[in-house]
Each structure stands twice: as structure tokens, then as C-alpha cells.
């Protein structure tokens, strides 16, 4: 499971980069620290050198071994230094601590001799470093060893006691071992402090990018995994939270915006066989009531001529509930019949505007109700559409009727906008809305209202009209939809393909 989350790859990836970097600087910074901790103690070292020679300069002179050999013997005794020697230009030891090594000769191409001699021949003037060396003794333990050639000055070669030829550079030199076990110490302790460290930053960057990860990164992309699982099982209402304003961000509304289309791309399938199949049912059922349908009529509106119209005759009221529930049966064969027949739609440019005005017209001649306003806001400049005026006109009548029957109780407002959306691909749509403050629609019953024969007027209705208005609607390869709240009114809205070659004029 770890191994397939992108941000756990993500942390490993990156803990596979820091890592060889800490590793890197922290060589960086403790090889920086030993070469200054190992300057020090070879300036220190140098510096002691120099104060030997200093101390022992006016004994030497004289030739005072005694005094020369109490000086070195004390400061031998320091913490840290282990050999103070002074050696001849013959690579004798002239003074030490140690009796036992005092007139021994040195190899000169042992490790307190190779600094100051190259092909047996001695060089006059070295830097610290050079005249410095680390080495391990028996014990396995660091040292360092500085020598520090002591010249023949004036005052020595013309002394009368011991005097050295002038020509002659180097009399000797002095030789001073010191432990660098301290520092081995501090460089392991600052060794273990940056493997502390290193550690540290890493528990503690990887616990802070986790977080940040799972925030931006894993959190966004579990709920895009879900919200595809969700749509894999067939949930296309479901959809991703867009939390961010990034590329996942974008990602969720690019998936939302797909998961609608499809919704959609579903609904109309589903609908367009849902109205085939029962277009083909309703054109045989029509047929087959029709006949009797209008025989039953036709007798039934001769009894009650013939009836006596009297205020007591129960015969001709119940005759005239037969004939007015025939008509409706009628009606209701007939719209079965405009369902089970839609007639391609025969296409011209057509001006929306004026089709609105037109609309309104009619159905506030026959359908005017007191208490309800009506109101336009048409867009002007708007593109010509390509469809059929008489299709569209029943369209947007029924939507209109639609509205006006919802506010028949408390009345309210009905509006009618138009409208351009122009789209990044093709030329855009042309937007009809018609919205009403009436009861509204339950939001569990939206989704039914383009379904046949459903209806939420009772016995007002027949439940074809929106179906009918749906399927005219996608044969101009346009799309209808619905929003509304319970209580609060609903709104119709038509898009069809605009033609922006041509604009509109008010008819």
C-alpha cells in the first residue's frame, strides 16, 4: 500500500535527494572542522617550538646542556605533549626527555626526518604544513609531530665557544610529538552530532512533508480516486471537492465538469430511448382509442341534445361529465399522437427576441392571471438561431403555461431572459430562461419532470408537454434543463446553437 500512494513515492524520492546531500555537507563541514581543529594544534605545536627555541637560544650559546635539558624535561611534562627532541644536522638526538635516546641517530627517511630532506639533501625553509605529520603509533592512537629547524645565525658562527661555519643554513632541528587524542574525541562527538542531526531533520522533514503531501497532494488525489470509483459504479451525480486552485484543483473541476457532461450525454440516451419506445406505444394505443374515443363522444354529445336541460335532470349532468372527460380523453389522445410523431424540425434563421415577444402574447391572452408580473430582459445584438419557429414557439409556450400555472394560487413574478454564451469551441448558444416565484419542484422529482405522462398538476396535466419540448429540443441539437427549489420557483433554460453569422432583430 505504501508504494502505490504518490505521496509516500514523492517522500521517497525526495528523501533519496536530501539524503546524499546531508551526507555531502555534513563530510564538507567535518573535514572543514578537523583541518581547523589540526591547524590549531599544529600552530600551537609551532608556536612551543618557537618558545623552546627562544628559552634554550642564550644556553645553547653557551653550550649549557644542564639548563637546556631542565627546560625541555619541564615542558615534556605538559598535558598532550609526548616527545620534545632536538636533533643535530647529523640526525643525532642532542637533547630529550629520555636519557636513553640522547646520542642515537635517526633514519632520515623516517617520519620526523623525510619533511626537511628530499634525496638525502636538506631544504632551508618549509611552511607549518610541511613541517608537520600525523601518524599512528603502536597503540593506534593519531599523532602529530611539527619540527622546527633551528638556523645558523651570526652570533652563533662567530661565537668562540662552538662556533659553525657560516656557510652552514641549518644546525638542527626540534622535533615535538603531541596526542591528538582530544581531538579525535571532539571530531567522533561532532561526528555522532551531525549523525544526530542528520537523523533529526530527517524523521522531522519527512513527518512535515508527509503532512504537507497529504494536504495538498494526497488528500485532493484520494478524493479524485473516490470520486471515479463513485462514477465507475454508475454515481454520475457524485462530485470532487475542488479544494485548491492548482493543477489538482483544475483537475477536480475538469472531472466534474466531464462527470456532468456524461450525466447529461446519459440522460438524453436514456431519454431518446425512452421516448422512442413509448412513442411507439402511444402512436398504436392512440389508434386504437381514437375510434371508439370518438364514437363514445359523438353519441354521448346527441344524448344530451336530446336530454331536457332541467336544473333536477341528473341524466343530462351525468351526459355532460361524459362529454367533457371524453374531450379531455381526446386531448389526451391527441398530444400522444404530437409525441408518437415529431416531425423533423424544417430550420430557418429565426429571431429569439421576437419569438419571445410572440410567445408571451399568446399565452397572456388565454392564460392572463391577476397578481402575476411578467418580466423581460432580453439581450440585445443577439445571434440568429437555426430552427424551427413553430417547434420552438410550442416550446416556449408550454415552459411559459408551465410558470403561470405554478403562481395560479399566490401569483408572483414571471421572467424571460435571453441571452449569448460564447464557447471557446463553435460559435456558442443562445440561452432562453423562463423562471417563476411559484411552489417549485422537490428535488427528488427534478429529475422525472422530462419523463412522459409525469406531472405535477393532477388531472390539469397530461404529462407530455416537457417531454415533447425535451425531445424538439434535442432534434435542434440543443439541451434543456431545470433548477428549482421547493417553495421558492423554478427555472426552465433552452440553449441552442447559435448562428453568429447573422444577428437577430426584434420581430
Known amino acids: 500500500m505504501l508504494g ?73 611534562h605538559q598535558q598532550g605533549i609526548e616527545k620534545i627532541r632536538i636533533y643535530n644536522k647529523e640526525g643525532e638526538i642532542i637533547y630529550s626527555p629520555d636519557p636513553a635516546e640522547i646520542d642515537q641517530a635517526v633514519d632520515k627517511r623516517a617520519e620526523a626526518c623525510y619533511a626537511c630532506h628530499t634525496a638525502n639533501q636538506p631544504l632551508e625553509r618549509l611552511s607549518i604544513s610541511e613541517r608537520s605529520r600525523i601518524f599512528r603509533g603502536k597503540d593506534n592512537l593519531r599523532r602529530m609531530g611539527v619540527i622546527n629547524p633551528i638556523y645558523n645565525e651570526p652570533r652563533c658562527s662567530q661565537s668562540s665557544c662552538h662556533a659553525h661555519d657560516a656557510d652552514q643554513k ?41 503532512i504537507v503531501l497529504q494536504r495538498l497532494v494526497g488528500r485532493p488525489v484520494g478524493e479524485l480516486v473516490h470520486a471515479t470509483e463513485r462514477v465507475a459504479h454508475g454515481d454520475l451525480n457524485h462530485r470532487a471537492p475542488q479544494r485548491t486552485k492548482d493543477e489538482l484543483g483544475e483537475l477536480a473541476n475538469s ?64 351526459l355532460g361529465v361524459i362529454v367533457r372527460e371524453t374531450k379531455r380523453c381526446r386531448e389526451i389522445i391527441k398530444n400522444l399522437l404530437d409525441f408518437a410523431r415529431q416531425m423533423p424540425p424544417d430550420k430557418k434563421l429565426i429571431a429569439i427576441n421576437g419569438l419571445i415577444d410572440r410567445t408571451l402574447e399568446i399565452a397572456l391572452k388565454h392564460n392572463a392571471l ?12 443577439l ?16 415552459l411559459v403555461v408551465n410558470a403561470l400555472d405554478a403562481m395560479e394560487a399566490k401569483g408572483g413574478i414571471l421572467t424571460i431572459v435571453s441571452r449569448f454564451e460564447p464557447h471557446t469551441e463553435g460559435a456558442g448558444e443562445v440561452v432562453i ?30 404529462g407530455l408537454g416537457l417531454s415533447v419540448a425535451w425531445g424538439i429540443i434535442d432534434s435542434h441539437g440543443g439541451r434543456i434543463s431545470v433548477e428549482s427549489k421547493l417553495g421558492h420557483g423554478t427555472v426552465f433554460s433552452v440553449f441552442l446553437p447559435a448562428n453568429t453569422g447573422l444577428e437577430s432583430k426584434p420581430s
Open 255 to 318: 472531472f466534474n465538469q466531464m462527470t456532468a457532461k456524461l450525466a447529461d450525454a446519459r440522460q438524453q440516451i436514456y431519454q431518446q430511448d425512452k421516448l422512442a419506445s413509448l412513442g411507439r406505444l402511444a402512436s398504436g394505443i392512440a389508434h386504437e382509442i381514437n375510434n371508439p374515443l370518438t364514437g363514445i363522444l359523438t353519441y354521448s354529445s346527441m344524448l344530451l341534445k336530446r336530454t331536457p336541460q332541467t336544473a333536477t335532470s341528473e341524466t343530462a349532468e351525468d
Open 383 to 398: 445571434p440568429a438561431v437555426r430552427a424551427d419557429e413553430g417547434q420552438i414557439l410550442q416550446v416556449l409556450l408550454n
Open 4 to 76: 502505490k500512494k504518490i505521496s509516500h513515492k514523492l517522500i521517497f524520492a525526495i528523501g533519496c535527494v536530501a539524503t546524499p546531500a546531508i551526507a555531502f555537507f555534513s563530510y564538507i563541514i567535518i573535514t572543514s572542522h578537523s583541518d581547523e581543529l589540526l591547524a590549531q594544534v599544529r600552530h600551537s605545536t609551532n608556536q612551543l617550538s618557537e618558545t623552546i627555541k627562544s628559552s634554550t637560544k642564550y644556553d645553547m650559546l653557551l653550550n649549557h646542556r644542564k639548563s637546556v635539558h631542565r627546560i625541555i624535561d619541564t615542558i615534556s
Open 370 to 381: 391577476p397578481g402575476v408580473t411578467v418580466e423581460k430582459q432580453l439581450a440585445q445584438s
Open 170 to 210: 641549518v644546525l638542527g632541528v626540534i622535533d615535538i610529538t603531541v596526542s591528538l587524542d582530544e581531538v579525535d574525541q571532539e571530531l567522533a562527538q561532532t561526528r555522532f552530532r551531525f549523525l544526530l542531526f542528520a537523523v533529526s531533520i530527517f524523521i522531522l522533514g519527512s513527518g512535515i512533508l508527509w
Open 433 to 462: 430562461s423562463v423562471s417563476d416565484t411559484g411552489c417549485g419542484i422537490a428535488t427528488e422529482n427534478k429529475g422525472k419532470v422530462f419523463e412522459p405522462f409525469y406531472s405535477t398538476k393532477g388531472e390539469k396535466g397530461t
